[in-house]
């Protein structure tokens, strides 16, 4: 482990920031910012996000000039925060948008989509497309170590990310995560700090450090950028569905990020003539009762959410204060959207659910998403005939201890053709 | 009651570059108004127009969140630590 002080200082902004992006604005009060790696507005504590000159994008972007782009993400660089060429995570991306028939059928609707993040390049889950985008950010901005608050996905992404790049790399995590997620970050030989608290300590925590070392924080000061990536699961869905947009989309909420960035990546595409130019998408928001502030902030109308202590099997889903509850829970309202909640219980049915009828092995958010998506055909919020894609977001066998008795033990056999007979007879 | 306040990255210059100050007063609220009386300039960033704390910004007691307290009415006393910290970090989906 390096001495932090020892590493200089990066550039407090990139002097040679695409003509694309045309600063950093703050949500709240408009104030414009360098491209630099800052994340929230002086002024008044507002998060800060990427202004960009979509009549220049408009000019160069086109369905055949993303027709004729590599098969990843980066077939949609001029809408990502980056100045130069990709140089890292280059595979992240273009997932699977799969015809959900069985599961449509188990659940009364006739147009479902699942878009299957489960096997995003390189560690299973939409994490990947997030830093893709933030380690190329970070290496413009002249970092030379990488660090992450995460609930085990974001820092199974960042870990690898940065072994990829050579850059050293902290991750910080809750003690008590999966062993998947924990496996899955040492492979790779970060360091790896398990705080002893939850998730919400841990980002805390974090915002502190971030102010004291001279690192890459990548959902911190390289939030506005990093966060940019998740808006590539929007406009994949657009591009496979014949550049439509869905009538209706069912989002994992966590921090709300994701939730926000699809709905934006959606009008970003509609604003450059991609789309339709008034697409009427309702945005559905997705939360384990364990952890469900934007669920209550919904069902009691208001919108602002309340923190809570999370306790739930979705860990990725446990953050109990938000960063952006309240644009999502914002987004939920114009679109018309709503908001369900799953219990435990209901999140290992969803997941048995979606492998079942489609050989989909989401974790446990996989099957929040799904149980929610159950709850609102189920009360007519979603109609049968309408066009709708549920975001399955990251890998089972990161989570497997959540089945844990849930399903049968194999069938133990003597290995003779007499003992198999036995439990299966020919017909 | 003195409680030692700790000033985000953001503040620090309205507050002659302190990081950390030993302030008087029996609740968070009294604990702030003592920074912005002492710091004016502190005032129109850390409250909105209708002198609520802002949006975007959170406050702990202890390491807790004042919203699981009693939020800017919690009672401090001697010894307690309060921290101002941007809303805005981490974040899964």
């Known amino acids: 482990m390096s001495n932090p002080s020892a590493s200089p200082r990066p550039f407090p902004e990139d002097r040679k920031a695409s003509s694309l992006m045309r600063g950093l604005k703050c949500r709240e009060c408009g104030r414009i910012y360098d491209l630099a790696p800052v994340h929230v507005c002086d002024f008044c504590f507002g998060p800060l996000e990427v202004d960009y000159d979509y009549e220049a994008i408009g000019k160069i972007m086109s369905r055949d000039s993303v027709d004729k782009g590599p098969k990843s993400l980066w077939r949609y660089k001029h809408l990502l925060p980056i100045a130069e060429e990709p140089t890292i995570g280059l595979y992240a991306g273009m997932t699977p948008l799969v015809k959900a028939d069985r599961l449509g059928k188990a659940l009364g609707l006739k147009n479902l989509y699942i878009k299957n993040d489960t096997v995003n390049h390189p560690t299973l889950s939409f994490k990947d497309r997030v830093v893709a985008v933030a380690i190329n950010r970070a290496r413009e901005l002249g970092f030379r170590t990488v660090a992450c608050a995460s609930t085990g996905n974001l820092a199974n992404s960042v870990s690898a990310h940065a072994a990829s790049a050579g850059m050293e790399c902290f991750v910080f995590i809750p003690h008590d995560l999966e062993a998947g997620k924990i ?117 009691a109308g208001r919108t602002q959410f309340v923190p809570v202590k999370p306790k739930t099997i979705a860990k990725s889903l446990a953050i109990g204060n938000p960063a952006d509850g309240y644009y999502a829970l914002d987004v939920i309202g114009k679109s018309h959207g709503q908001v369900e909640a799953a219990s435990d219980p209901e999140i290992v049915e969803g997941m048995v659910l979606l492998a079942e009828t489609e050989g989909i092995f989401a974790e446990t958010a996989g099957g929040v998403t799904v149980a929610c998506l159950k709850k609102l055909a189920e009360k007519g919020a979603i109609r049968p005939d309408e066009l709708t894609v549920a975001y399955i977001t990251g890998n089972g066998l990161k989570t497997m201890e959540a089945l844990t008795g849930y399903l049968p033990e194999p069938v133990g056999i003597d290995p003779t053709l007499a003992s198999f007979q036995k439990i299966v007879n020919p017909s | 009651m003195s409680v030692l306040v700790r000033i985000p990255t953001p503040l620090r210059p309205l507050a002659n570059g302190q990081k950390e100050i030993q302030l008087k007063g029996a609740s968070v609220r009294e604990v702030l108004e003592s920074l912005i009386r002492d710091y004016p300039g502190i005032r129109e960033r850390l409250m909105d127009e209708k002198g609520e704390v802002r949006r975007f910004i959170n406050i702990y007691v202890n390491e807790e969140d004042i919203r699981f307290l009693g939020g800017t009415e919690t009672p401090v006393k001697d010894g307690d630590e309060l921290s101002i910290i941007p809303a805005i970090a981490g974040g899964s989906r």
């Open chain 1, 183 to 299: 496996l899955g970050n040492l492979i790779y030989r970060p360091t790896v700090v398990a705080v002893r608290g939850n998730y919400d300590d841990v980002n805390r925590l974090c915002s502190e450090i971030g102010g004291e070392y001279p690192w890459a924080f990548v959902n911190i000061n390289i939030r506005p950028y990093y966060a940019e990536g998740s808006k590539t699961m929007a406009f994949e869905t657009a591009e496979q569905l014949g550049w439509r947009v869905p009538d209706q989309v069912v989002v994992p909420i966590a921090s709300g990020s994701l939730l926000t960035k699809i709905w934006k990546g959606f009008q970003e595409f509609s604003r450059l003539g991609l789309v339709d130019s008034h697409p009427d998408l309702k945005v559905n928001g997705a939360q384990a009762q364990g952890c469900s502030p934007v669920y209550q902030a919904f069902a």
